[in-house]
């Protein structure tokens, strides 16, 4: 017979599995950004990230000129992301970790 706890405890187990699996599934990429002029240039392109599929999160400096961007890897990359941020008129350098 289970019991409560052990039920528990059987489910946190898998729980901390799907969790892995789906951290596995994910990756944060910093990109060095240059040209952006003003905040609002880090705000269009910060928009434009969040817009893409397989963005999870973004968030663009523009003191640092550093786009961080949390993505889910079997869905778009770094040069996906670099590409669209050349079309908004800016230019991508990625950082090396
Ligand atoms: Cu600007």
């Not at 901390?16 to 951290?23: G, P, T, Y």
């Not at 949390?70 to 908004?88: R, Y």
């Amino acid at each position: 017979m289970i019991t409560k706890i052990s039920a528990i405890t059987i489910l946190a187990f898998f729980l901390s599995i799907v969790l892995v699996i789906a951290e596995a599934k994910e990756e944060t990429i910093t990109l060095n950004i240059r040209g952006m002029a003003c905040g609002q240039c880090a705000k269009r392109v910060e928009d434009e990230l969040k817009k893409m599929d397989g963005v999870k999160e973004a968030k663009v400096n523009f003191e640092d000129a550093k786009a961080v961007i949390k993505i889910e890897k079997d869905k778009i990359n770094a040069e996906q992301l670099s590409e669209a941020i050349i079309k908004m008129g800016f230019m991508v350098v990625k950082e090396k970790k």
